[in-house]
């Protein structure tokens, strides 16, 4: 199976590698700077973001829907993947960057170029738009020209040969990589990053040189994944493999998240789930969902739609990257019909896109867990309903999986994971989850 370097964002933690864009008039967009190793972390399209679309989406009908096919170039995306103590803040892109992910902020080169990268954690590359850089939507570039620690790595460099497609027409190694329908091509670089305040210096990521393509994000990606490129591999002396993370509602304003590096002041109190590993997919974080309820009922779900088989790629992951979760056709069936079930039928259920479980009126929705092995995750309202801005439509926040090879894979998506924190911890194989307020 093909691996490719970059993802297609949907709503992706970006780092905010801090590029200051114009000053936004709410009284809460003036967040507190980045300290020690933690980052804040805001939404993309936050009221506080400089990539905030200028004239946002005519209808919350509009913004879902534009949301959902972001979700879908994700998942063809996934479906081709076969120490120290740092807390960097983390915000919702939402209005900050026309993207639906999560970004921080980030400081390159040497004088220090902050940057606003999203978090990924089912890739293993960093990537940024930079200067003289053909087709990437955003003005804001990392000019490497100005970064007396920036260096172009060659074709004989032992990273060119972990990158995909690369070719040396020149000194330089310059690849090609897919981003939903963009095509993207760049040079391997390194140069120093810095989030909060611990530096790693020759961090190895693409230079953007060209882009095509309607689906290139104006901002740079940091890939959390577990490849040899991916930050966990470059940092693995400073931070030890392990990470955790408390991502806000979409609608928060400021960095009111956090991205916890290293194993250091990580929570003591949460409960874990074994980490599973598939060859085929390496980078992707895979666990053991072994069953689902809803409201206190355990949803009749055939073994086969959440078991594990590497050689399939079947199984659940944990993704940053995705906003809804999917759950392969059985498994959605089941449990949308029990959700409808225990709504009741007095109430009419309407669809809107891919989501085919919506309501008119107010409805109180059921509580549904997702069951792990050794850890169960109960989800209330706020996690598996989206709402109409009037208030007049609510969806159930889930779908089923597209019907494409990614069919196979049930995607635990970053609204359900909204206010809880993440802890990634690779070394030990495991990963916890417990219930924090992030916004």
């Known amino acids: ?16 590698l801090a590029a200051q864009a114009a000053p936004h008039a709410h009284p809460n967009c003036e967040a507190p700077q980045d300290h020690g190793s933690t980052l804040r972390v805001f939404h993309i399209f936050s ?27 994700r998942l063809l995306y996934l479906s081709s993947l076969v120490a120290k103590r740092s807390v960097v803040p983390i915000a919702s892109g939402r209005q900050i960057v026309q993207s639906p992910t999560y970004i921080l902020r980030a400081k390159i080169g040497t004088p220090p170029q902050t940057m606003l990268m999203a978090l990924d954690t089912s890739s293993d590359a960093a990537w940024m738009p930079c200067n003289g850089c053909v087709g990437c ?46 095509s993207i091509a760049a040079n391997l ?8 305040s611990d ?54 304003l400021n960095f009111s998240g956090s991205l916890r590096l290293g194993p250091v002041a990580q929570p003591q109190r949460i409960k874990y789930t074994p980490l599973l590993k598939n060859p085929r997919r390496s980078s992707l974080y895979y666990v053991n969902l072994v069953g689902i309820k809803v409201g206190r009922k355990v949803v009749d779900i055939p073994a086969g739609a959440l078991a594990f088989n590497p050689t399939t790629g079947s199984g659940t992951i944990i993704d940053s990257g995705t906003v809804f979760t999917r759950l392969v056709t059985p498994a959605y069936t089941a449990v949308r019909d ?9 109430v009419t259920v309407t669809s809107l896109g891919g989501f085919d479980t919506c309501y008119s009126a107010p409805i109180v929705p059921p509580t549904i867990t997702l069951q792990f092995a050794g850890l169960n995750v109960s989800l209330p ?18 779908a089923a999986a597209p019907g494409n090879v990614n069919s196979v894979v049930n995607v635990i998506a970053n609204m359900q994971q909204q206010n809880h924190r993440i802890l990634f911890d690779v070394p030990n194989s495991r990963i916890g989850v417990a219930r924090e307020q992030c916004t």
């Open 1 to 16: 199976m093909k691996t490719h370097f970059l993802c297609p964002l949907s709503f992706l933690f970006f780092i905010a």
């Open 47 to 73: 009221p506080c973001s400089p990539f905030r679309p200028p004239n946002p989406a005519a209808s919350w009908e509009e913004s879902v829907l534009q949301l959902q096919a972001k979700d879908q170039a």
């Open 137 to 182: 939507p955003s003005s804001s570039l990392f000019d490497s020209h100005k970064s007396t620690t920036f260096k172009s790595l060659g074709c004989q460099s032992p990273q060119c040969k972990q990158v995909p497609n690369p070719t040396c027409g020149s000194s330089a190694c310059v690849f090609n990589m897919t981003y939903g329908g963009s």
């Open 189 to 196: 670089s390194s140069d120093t990053v810095t989030l909060a």
């Open 199 to 252: 530096p790693v210096r020759g961090y190895t990521f693409g230079c953007i040189q060209k882009a095509t393509g309607s689906s290139v994000p104006p901002q740079g990606l940091l890939g959390l994944g577990r490849g040899p490129l991916s930050f966990l591999s470059q940092t693995q002396s400073l931070y030890k493999s392990t990470f955790s993370y408390c991502l806000p509602s979409f609608k928060s």
């Open 338 to 346: 029990e959700f409808r079930r225990r709504v009741g039928r007095k």
């Open 381 to 398: 309202a706020e996690n598996i309903m989206i709402h109409s801005t009037a208030g007049s439509t609510s969806c159930l926040a889930m």
